[in-house]
Every structure is written in C-alpha cells, then in structure tokens.
Nanobody, 117 residues
C-alpha cells in the first residue's frame, strides 16, 4: 500500500491562493486515480478533485473553476492549486490513491487549510 504525505497547507486570507502537494512513497505511474478530498468540522468528507492516470480531471461542484489538480508521475506527486479561496474552503484536506474514481485504497494523514481574515 502506498504511503501519502501532504504539504502546503496553512492560513490564507479570503481571495488568496494555496498549493497543496502530495508525495507518495513509491511510483504513482500505475495508480489509476489520485485525488484530494476535504472534511470541514461537523461535515462529511467530500471530493475536492481527482485525476486519472490519463490526466483526465474531475472536480467537486463547489470548487469547479477555482481549483486545479495535476499529477507528476516522475516526482511521485499530485498537486492541488487552490485560487479564489473562500472561508467555506476551510477544512482538512486529504490526499488519496485508488483503483478507480470510487475505489480508494490509501489516504494521507491530512493537512489543515484555513481561510480567514
């Protein structure tokens, strides 16, 4: 099972940007789907974005047009560029790896993102 480590979280003002990184313990070239999920206090974990091995992305409705996911198989990494951040984007963000859009096999430990003035 692949180990995933997130980085790049923190505190940002509304309207600002952050870039999250997720580095895997081994090659991700054979991992079908890499993704980012998030969980706000008192809420269920939800999809932020995911990306197939082909590079085809999929986004949650609340982040479409503001977030961009990318993967670099050579660096065993996946990234989430978050722009125009809103207070409601505040959550713990989790990196994921899976066999398909819906079969997640590994989770990172999560990283806090706080959007506040």
């Amino acid at each position: 099972q692949v180990q995933l480590m997130e980085s790049g979280g923190g505190l940002v003002q509304p309207g600002g940007s952050l870039r999250l990184s997720c580095t895997a313990s081994r090659s991700i070239a054979d991992i079908s789907v890499m993704g980012w999920y998030r969980q706000a206090p008192g809420k269920e974990r939800e999809l932020a974005a995911r990306i197939a091995r082909s590079g085809n992305p999929d986004y949650g409705n609340s982040v479409k047009g503001r977030f961009t996911i990318s993967r670099d198989n050579a660096k065993n990494s996946v990234y989430l560029q978050m722009n125009s951040l809103k207070p409601e984007d505040t959550a713990v963000y989790y990196c994921s790896a899976g066999k398909s859009w819906y079969e997640i096999e590994s989770w990172g430990q999560g990283i806090q993102v706080t959007v506040s003035s």
